[in-house]
Nanobody, 125 residues
Framework: QVQLVESGGGLAQAGGSLRLSCAAS????????MGWFRQAPGKEREFVARMRWSGGFRSYVDSVAGRFIISRDTDTNTLYLQMTSLIPEDTAIYYCALGASYHSDSRNPQTYNYWGQGTQVPVSS
């Protein structure tokens, strides 16, 4: 099995910053892409950012473009999400996801194979 463990969430002030981490461990798996999704109270899970594990391609939802940066460390199989200029609308549970094939080169959460347990990010105004 593959485990994804997120960390770095917590209460943030509007205008502040947080960095989320997602460590992948377990049996050897080929990582094609990884992404971050979030789910706000009463809303569906939505795409936030994704990247190909080989690097060079990143994609963001318009509402976070220019404020969030997705990155990864291939030595430790860790995915990051640097969040800056946080706004209350960013309040959600943030999940990382791992896709093992090119099918996961997508904003559709159903195309990802493994998910973390989520980390809460409340942003106060």
């Amino acid at each position: 099995q593959v485990q994804l463990v997120e960390s770095g969430g917590g209460l943030a002030q509007a205008g502040g910053s947080l960095r989320l981490s997602c460590a992948a461990s377990g049996r050897a798996v080929s990582i094609y892409a990884m992404g971050w999704f979030r789910q706000a109270p009463g809303k569906e899970r939505e795409f936030v950012a994704r990247m190909r594990w080989s690097g060079g391609f990143r994609s963001y939802v318009d509402s976070v473009a220019g404020r969030f940066i997705i990155s990864r460390d291939t030595d430790t199989n860790t995915l990051y999400l640097q969040m800056t200029s946080l706004i209350p609308e960013d309040t959600a549970i943030y999940y990382c996801a791992l896709g093992a094939s090119y099918h996961s080169d997508s904003r559709n959460p159903q195309t990802y194979n493994y998910w973390g347990q989520g980390t809460q990010v409340p942003v106060s105004s």
